[in-house]
């Protein structure tokens, strides 16, 4: 793409968005303050309104929108345990031990690289954005020296900050991003050669710390060179399938060279999304209409409060003759002390407002879901609860889950894995792996809390049905015969991933059959052993008898 090209797009793309950015700009102020105003230029520090919050008179809906997004946080991208498994999607190759092994280094590698990163910092400001704008932007940059892989780094994009135009998949195919920089900052991040004039002038003068200017940022695919995005292998920047440009805006002036990426960097979670608009909508915009009245109604409800903490005074006409003092320990002069001045009653019913309040908090809880992931006053939860609670989150959530699973999250562990597998971070896929085009047909398992849960309900049916065919069979010896429909070797393996168990819990194929051929073989030593002693036992017994029998023979001789 060209500089003008790029302008333009970004242009177009505002224009478009501006729609939807008094929406944003109303949840700004009531769910989500010092998140950014969408109309106000934060050119500096100075710009900066810390008293944003001001306009919140209830504060239901930040305290709803922050435990949705902590919770959205713990359930899927939990920093306490990995949340995901790289598989291959053969069933037969996934089972193979030298596979599942690789598999398990690969995942832990992915892993460690998030958890050495700021993903967890940066996508929780992502998981405030989803349930009250409902569309969230993060960058995932690959960060080398030397030309050698150092750490992953990512950063959450303000939406006032970020554009995007989306493919037939609906997935991101153009991002935008649009930067204040001084010439100062220009020069640090380009250097000097090649910038243009405008700039290399200002840096000569006290302006180029001051003065701030447009400059957009492109991440664009290069249809040409489509072929090489399922590679593996280490490209040029300007052989990979995505480009990306910096210029001035004012000017379509190139800043600095033209970069590239394996992936495309840029990730759009949305909560919900019809096909009217690219853009998500969220529980914040449901709940809009009650936060805007239950806001309106403590600002009345405090006014109202003001009245009767101060209330009004009444005079007569011409009965005060100073103006009135209402200050510590103030003196007034009027002519009757008993008709004169008297304190206004407002008569107002805070016994209502306070059942409307309660209804509005409530309706905004609901809608966030606060009721049902808040846990009970109690100080502990029983394990039951627990996997209760997480049960109704899957139903509450699964369908959020679900498109953050196509949005962020599968092309952030895909590009997570091929940064590291580029840069020799993970060794090379098994041979028995490898497909005929050299391309490994790979999933990602997610093992979450809410992954969990929603595997749950298959494991709890396979239990289930075991547990009942164990039961009818015990009801009469002629009813066994219907266990030899359960595979036994099934139902382990496939509880066992159901339930995410590690493969360094199970033995492999191989192993098995080693150890019931094992059994097998001691069992028939013990069974010879047995038939041994047996027949031991009968010679013995025999010999007794023919003992006994000739006693009683020569007795009877003599």
């Not at 049960?391 to 889950?401: K, Y």
């Amino acid at each position: 793409m060209q500089g003008n090209e790029i302008r333009l797009g970004y242009e177009t793309m505002l224009s478009e968005q501006s729609v939807v950015q008094s929406t944003w700009e109303t949840i700004n102020k009531l769910i989500v303050p010092f998140r950014g105003g969408f109309w106000r230029e934060n050119s500096n520090e100075t710009s900066i309104d810390w008293h944003d919050q001001r306009g919140i008179f209830d504060s239901t809906a930040p305290m709803a929108n922050n435990l949705l997004a902590s919770s959205i946080h713990s359930a899927l991208t939990n920093p306490a345990y990995q949340w995901f498994d790289i598989v291959f999607r053969d069933p037969e190759v996934a089972k193979k031990q030298r596979v599942m092994q690789w598999s398990q280094e690969a995942t832990r590698a992915c892993y460690h690289a998030l958890q050495d990163s700021n993903f967890d910092l940066e996508a929780n400001e992502v998981y405030l954005d989803l349930p009250s704008y409902g569309t969230g932007f993060i960058i995932q940059e690959e960060v080398t020296k030397n030309g050698t892989f150092e750490e992953l780094n990512f950063q959450s994009v303000p939406l006032k900050e970020a554009l995007f135009e989306e493919d037939h998949l609906g997935q991101v195919s153009k991002f935008y991003r649009q930067y204040r920089w001084t010439a100062v900052q220009i020069e640090s991040k380009f250097g000097r050669k090649g910038l243009p004039d405008k700039i290399a002038q200002l840096l000569t003068t006290n302006q180029a710390a001051v003065t701030k200017h447009k400059v957009t940022f492109c991440i664009y695919p290069r249809h040409t060179k489509a072929d090489n995005k399922d590679s593996f292998q280490k490209l040029s920047p300007l052989e990979r399938p995505y480009g990306y440009k910096y210029i001035l805006h004012d000017s379509a002036e190139q800043l600095g060279e033209e970069g590239g990426y394996y992936e495309m960097p840029a990730y759009v979670p949305r909560w919900r999304k019809t096909n009217q608009s690219k853009y998500g909508n969220s529980p914040g915009m449901i709940a809009l209409p009650d936060i805007l009245t239950v806001n309106r109604l403590v600002e009345l409800i405090l006014k109202a409060t003001e009245k009767v903490v101060d209330p009004a005074n009444l005079v007569t006409e011409r009965g005060l003759l100073s103006n009135l003092d209402l200050q510590p320990s103030g003196m007034s002069i009027v002519r009757d002390l008993d008709r004169s001045v008297k304190p206004y009653e407002s008569r107002a019913r805070f016994d209502v407002s306070q059942l409307q309040r309660e209804k509005l908090q409530q309706s905004i809880n609901q809608i966030f879901y606060v009721d049902q992931l808040q846990l009970k006053e109690s100080p502990a939860m029983t394990a039951t609860e627990v996997q209760v609670r997480y049960e109704l989150m899957q139903r509450l959530l699964g369908p959020t889950f679900g498109r953050m699973k196509s949005d962020f999250l599968n092309p952030l562990v895909e590009r997570t894995f091929k940064i590291l597998y580029r840069s020799g971070q993970i060794d090379n896929i098994p041979e028995e792996a490898m497909t005929d085009d050299g391309i490994p047909r790979l999933d990602i398992v997610y093992t979450g809390p809410m992954a969990r849960a929603q595997r749950s309900e298959k494991m709890n049916d396979a239990f289930g049905w075991v547990g009942q065919m164990a039961q009818i069979a015990g009801m009469h010896p002629s009813l066994e015969p219907i266990l030899d429909h359960v595979n036994a070797d099934a139902f382990a393996v496939d509880t066992a991933a159901s339930a995410s168990i590690s493969a360094a819990l199970l033995n492999d194929k191989k192993t098995v059959d080693k150890i019931r051929q094992g059994r097998t073989q001691q069992q028939q030593v013990a069974q010879m052993q047995q038939a041994g002693e047996a027949a031991k036992a009968v010679g013995e017994g025999a010999q007794a008898v023919e003992t006994a029998e000739g006693g009683q023979d020569v007795e009877a001789t003599e």
